[in-house]
């Protein structure tokens, strides 16, 4: 529902943003997932309107964002977005979050209506009446949700939102984004470095490294620098000592992703046909969708999933020494 | 809703300013300016005599307390309606030169040496103002000018001139030396001056009879005819600058030179004193020295 | 020395008392002071929330222009003035010389690089993301103007504050262009010059306790604002 062509964002020779083509789904909450500098704020903030792009367009629907202009306001009044820091307004929390209400002109008793069902919404009925800016950062960002929830927007931004509040009114939180999928009118982009949190909460994880979204499966993701190799199969080197062999034209510094689904995990180690084959001992594990995610330190961190028979029947408990095995083909350079 | 506390104080302002500069807009229509001589506003004079004046021809006098060099500028240039001076050449060179009309003799008084109690360069008793000046340069006592070129100034400098005691020239100047002080204000601020320092001064009658409980200084020679102190009213002339309010200037001449206004000026006292002779028709006459 | 003890009992009866001639001095003193800071503001306000708003060349050059201006003697303002409304100068068939509407332009010259110089910076201070939170929430440009106003209130009022602080209690200006007319253009400031150099303390004290009394109370009104 939102398409992204062609999108460049240029902040002087530092740093670029290049989107080619991306569409984020219509009623989905999709999680742009990266380290910190990445470029998923500049993203979010493009999509909000917020900033013009260098090049490029941004579609939703009939209305679109071309390069250079700002956004009009019928754009920024059905796309808002929540930042990590949130900015309050002074006044009381229900003063603020009036604001995009009156902006859009609606009249005091729906008004009025409207904000106490988004302060229930967001659990913090309670705080009414008191001044804004006398909150904890996590009190304030669960105003800021409802603040946002309350125009009833088309696209929800929210940049890092749990990155800076405590733990509890980050689980609230949590727990307010997972409940707002399925609204069909509702789409959810959120920006996050914590891969767990991106599964737990979204229907499809987008990773963005140094600008650009990853063309792979999100995990996986080292930095490396090809050490060595003829045409073809090179030699990767990572950190920890770790060497694996790839399928890549690429050469100097690189990122890798190993799909975790393409690894095999044994007790012994295995001879075959495949270049790669590490051994590590197992960190934890943690049970996802009947299958069960693994960590594995070989060095450099795998997440490998295996079914939930398979942890069982091989007793794959942490602490285990384990073997990983995977083809060349199945890490991705870029 | 600070939103709107915001603009209801808003809108007040606009309110306010509105009202401030239309009330003080208001008046700009019948105003007389009237550029005075210290002398008649230290004493009261002219917040005596001027109420009953704008009462009877409904106008607002504006009085800018100026010394006569200084009033006499200001209307060079238009900046007044009319001038209320004593210094006879200045004023003839005014007229002269087409600046003024209708010059009119109004009142007067007679100037006054005055000083320190002790009198330390003798001056007293003099009844010529020249001798008491060159004591008093010869002492090398301090004394404190008005320095402002107003009509008492012109005075002062023709008596030194007199006195030999000025360096020459056919422009009246001052002596030099540092026990001579030129304060460039009015008369009421340059007696206080001269009280402060315990100087000699050349005063009008007037000015110091109503200052004389607030300074210490005395009287120390009075009487001689080169004290004499006439005053003038001159309009500013309507050919020279054509905005200028002639008419109410002239009916301001032609009331203070009225038996009414003429009897207004005989009767203002202070502490007992007749401090200004009507003199309208009788210029350079109508006081008996010493009073 | 009994004779300012005199004097300060004499100038508390006055005050106590509303005597007239102090009430039209400080009347005078209010209105005018109130009108050139009214318009300076209205001026003054805006065009620093521009300023500070906007990136062009030579932003930082402007800036220090109004900082400088500050330091503008108010003497001098009162020559310029006085040269451009005198019968000779270029603005002389306004005749406006000597009249409560000099007096307000000379002091609203005096006000002007205040306000602006305050406003510059007070919408500096507000954090730059009021006016993003604002457009993200579906404000349109000038909401989100009036957003950032809103938030910088008030270090705003403190400059407007600032700058009637500087003009009520000047003197320079007030009496070169008002000529010091009793009940029209004498205010407090000029009446207390005019007022002690006739040896009239009790009136100079009673008015002087007035101006003190205002120029304190505009301080710690100033800096009270300035810390919210």
Redesign the interface.
């Known amino acids: 529902m939102l398409q992204i062509e062609q999108l460049v964002k240029s902040y002087g020779s530092a740093f670029t943003l290049e989107v080619e083509q991306l569409e984020i789904a219509e009623g989905a909450i999709t999680a742009l997932l990266g380290p910190n500098g990445s470029g998923k704020s500049t993203l979010l903030s493009l999509i ?3 900033r013009p792009a260098d090049r490029g367009s941004i579609r939703m629907g009939s209305m679109a964002l071309g390069p250079g202009s700002a956004a009009p ?1 019928e754009w ?2 059905a ?3 929540i ?1 990590h ?3 309050l ?3 009381t929390v229900e ?1 603020n979050v009036g ?2 209400l ?3 002109g609606t009249p005091r008793a729906a008004r009025l209506d409207r904000i106490n069902r988004a302060l229930k919404q967001a659990g913090i009925e309670m705080f009414g009446r008191r001044k804004a800016r006398e909150l904890s950062d996590g009190e304030a960002q669960m105003v800021a949700v409802a ?2 929830l309350v ?1 009833e927007p088309r696209v929800l931004l929210l940049d890092e939102p749990t990155a800076n509040i405590d733990m509890d009114n980050a689980a609230s939180l949590e727990l307010l984004i997972a409940s707002l999928s399925g609204e069909k009118d509702l789409t959810v982009v959120f920006a996050t470095h914590n891969l767990e949190q991106a599964y737990r909460l979204s229907t499809r994880v987008v990773s963005i490294i140094r600008g650009r979204p990853v063309p792979a499966h999100p995990e996986n993701i080292f930095r490396g620098t090809v050490a060595g190799g003829r045409d073809g199969i090179k030699t990767i080197a990572l950190r920890g000592g770790v060497q694996i062999e790839a399928d890549t034209p690429l050469s100097g510094s690189v990122h890798v992703a190993i799909d975790p689904t393409g690894i095999v995990v044994s007790k012994m180690e295995l001879r075959s046909s495949a270049r790669n084959s590490l051994a590590g001992r197992i960190v934890s594990a943690s049970a996802h969708d009947h299958r069960v995610r693994l960590a594995v330190d070989a060095g450099v961190e795998f997440s490998v999933l295996v079914t939930e028979q398979s942890f069982r029947e091989m007793a794959l408990h942490p602490g285990e020494i384990v073997y990983l095995t995977f083809k060349s083909t199945a890490v991705k350079v870029f | 809703m600070q939103i709107m506390i915001s603009k209801g104080v808003f809108q007040l302002c606009i309110l306010l300013c509105a009202l401030i500069v239309t009330s003080i807009g208001s008046h700009a229509a019948e105003r007389l300016k009237l550029a005075a001589t210290t002398s008649t506003v230290d004493t009261g004079l002219l917040d005596s005599l001027l109420p009953p004046f704008e009462k009877k021809f409904t106008v607002k006098v504006d009085v800018i307390s100026a010394g006569t060099g200084k009033a006499i500028r200001l209307a060079e240039n238009g900046d007044v309606d009319c001038i209320l001076v004593h210094a006879r050449e200045q004023e003839e060179k005014f007229v002269n030169e087409g600046h003024g009309v209708n010059r009119r003799a109004v009142m007067c008084n007679d100037f006054v040496i005055v000083g320190p109690e002790n009198d330390p360069a003798r001056a007293a008793g003099k009844r010529d103002a020249v001798s008491a000046l060159t004591a008093i340069a010869g002492a090398q006592a301090p004394f404190v000018s008005r320095g402002d070129d107003s009509g008492t100034h012109q005075k002062e400098k023709e008596l030194w001139k007199e006195a030999g005691l000025a360096p020459g020239g056919a422009v009246p100047s001052p002596p030099r030396g540092a026990w001579y002080v030129e304060t460039g204000q009015g008369m009421g601020a340059t007696l206080t001056i001269a009280d402060e320092k315990k100087a000699y001064c050349l005063a009008d009658r007037a000015t110091y009879t109503a200052f004389s409980d607030k300074v210490g200084l005395r009287i120390l020679c009075e009487g001689d005819r080169r004290l004499l102190n006439q005053y003038a009213i001159i309009a500013v002339s309507p050919a020279r600058h054509p905005h200028v309010n002639y008419i109410h200037a002239m009916r301001l001449i032609g009331w203070l030179t009225s038996p009414e206004g003429q009897k207004m000026i005989g009767d203002f006292k202070k502490k007992g004193f007749v401090l200004f002779r009507p003199n309208a028709y009788q210029e350079g006459r109508g006081i008996e020295l010493p009073h | 020395m009994s004779y300012l003890i005199d004097g300060f009992r004499e100038a508390l009866r006055l005050i106590l008392h509303l005597n007239p001639e102090v009430l039209g001095i400080s009347l005078v003193s209010i209105k005018i002071a109130a009108a050139s800071t009214l318009i300076a503001s209205a001026l003054g306000v805006p065009l620093g929330f521009s300023i500070a708003s906007r990136e062009f060349h030579g932003k930082g050059l402007v800036i220090t222009v109004f900082n400088t201006l500050l330091a503008l003697p108010t003497v001098v303002v009162g020559l310029m003035v006085y040269s451009l409304l005198s019968r000779q100068g270029p603005l002389g068939s306004l005749n406006l010389l000597f009249t409560p509407l000099a007096m307000i332009i000379g002091q609203f010259v005096l006000a002007m690089p205040i306000i602006t110089a305050l406003s510059i910076s007070a919408i500096q201070h507000v954090d730059r993301r009021a006016r993003d939170t604002a457009l993200t929430l579906g404000a349109s440009e000038r909401q989100a103007a009036r957003v950032v106003l809103s938030e910088g209130r008030f270090a705003l009022l403190a400059a407007i504050i600032a700058g009637f602080g500087r003009v009520f209690a000047e003197v320079g200006v007030s009496m070169m262009l008002g000529g010091n007319i009793r009940f029209y253009t004498r205010n407090i400031p000029t009446a207390i010059a005019l007022e002690t150099g006739r040896g009239e303390f009790a009136l100079a004290i009673a008015l002087g306790l007035i101006l003190l009394t205002v120029a304190f109370g505009i301080n710690i009104l100033f800096q009270c604002l300035q810390r919210r």
């Open positions: 909000a309107g917020l306001v920024r009044r796309v808002t977005m930042t820091k949130p900015f307004f002074q006044g003063e604001y995009g009156r902006f859009r603040r946002a125009v």
